[in-house]
């Protein structure tokens, strides 16, 4: 079995911040964040603080050849998933086990045109992360990756291999058998909620408040995630928007979604990967979409408002 001893992360947010520390951890400076420019120089000074601590991890410029590393991990948003494939290119090698923790659905076909498909993991991850002016917190005893190859009624070696460093480092995560499923339903999740808080500037606790308005709505958006998923074969059904209620009930009250963070925060958020992807699948494949058409239009209203087209 492939042991891991090198990793390459890109990404160190809100969700690449979940695993870098325990990755030096156990790693050293086999655990690598690629960055360049003003930014490399930005993190080798002043570190990034993750629960109040300061860390400082081994930062590798894109253009450099330290070799393949055994494992490559995406932590960024889809908005730089572009430029985050250039700057990996001399990182995965045909042997390089790919993990994508981005938001969505497409980013493993995207990284895969660029790479080797057949060495990325199906992958999300879930975890209540804040990132407030350049400082990332998560409460410790929540967060979970979800990874796998798409059906895990038998291990492969990677997704072993994987198993064995998460479990070293102890990193929280589970292998789904239907990790295609799983991913879906964090889709799901996103389109319908993650908007839903950005277009209303509300946090989770609206969809305990407001049970007729706000979950009409969020019900009604995440119906065209499981038509688009029942037609891609995808086994999401209406059971699991109803076993979503009293999660989606409980949730942090206070907690912001990404996407609320970003308008919050006058940053482009991800909606070409949640409505955005949401229309272009639909319309792919015969599926109505006119709450995400919705949805699409109010959230590109709300960039406009952070840009001040409107003043």
Same mark, same amino acid.
């Given at each position: ?42 993190? &080798?000074? %002043?570190?990034?603080? =993750?629960?109040?601590?300061? @860390? #400082?991890?081994?930062? $590798? ?131 319908? &909620?993650? %908007?839903?808080?950005? =277009?209303?500037?509300?946090? @989770? #606790?609206?969809?305990? $408040? ?102």
């Amino acid at each position: 079995m492939k042991e891991i001893k090198t990793v390459s992360l890109i990404g160190l947010g809100a969700i690449g911040a979940f695993v870098a520390p325990k990755l030096q951890e156990k790693l050293g400076d086999n655990f690598r964040v690629i960055a360049g420019g003003s930014r490399k120089k930005r993190l &080798e000074k %002043q570190g990034v603080i =993750i629960n109040d601590i300061s @860390y #400082k991890f081994p930062i $590798v410029e894109p253009e450099e050849k330290t070799g393949y590393a055994d494992f490559a991990i995406f932590a960024v948003k889809n908005t730089q998933l572009s430029q985050a494939i250039v700057d990996m290119k001399n990182q995965i090698g045909p042997d390089t086990i790919v993990m994508s923790l981005l938001n969505g659905v497409t980013s493993e076909i995207h990284i895969g045109q660029a790479f080797y498909p057949e060495n990325i993991l199906t992958s999300v991850i879930r975890v209540p992360s804040l990132n407030q002016n350049g400082k990332i917190s998560y409460p410790e005893s929540s967060g979970m990756i979800s990874f796998g190859e798409e059906k895990n009624d038998k291990l492969s070696p990677r997704v072993e291999a994987v198993k064995r460093l998460f479990d070293k480092a102890q990193i929280r995560y589970q292998i789904p058998n239907d990790m295609l499923k799983n991913m879906w339903l964090k889709y799901m999740s996103n389109v319908s &909620e993650n %908007q839903l808080c950005a =277009i209303l500037g509300v946090p @989770y #606790k609206g969809f305990a $408040v407001s049970l007729d308005h706000i979950e009409y709505m969020r019900e009604n958006a995440a119906r065209e995630v499981i038509a688009i998923a029942q037609k891609k074969g995808i086994n999401l059904s209406e059971q699991d928007l109803v076993d979503r209620i009293p999660i989606v009930r409980g949730l942090i009250p206070d907690g912001k979604p990404s996407t609320l963070q970003d308008i919050e925060a006058g940053r482009k958020t991800e909606v070409e990967t949640f409505a955005g992807d949401v229309i272009r699948m639909g319309q792919e494949i015969g599926v109505a979409t006119p709450y995400n058409e919705i949805f699409y239009h109010m959230i590109y209203a709300l960039e406009e408002k952070n840009e001040g087209k409107f003043s």
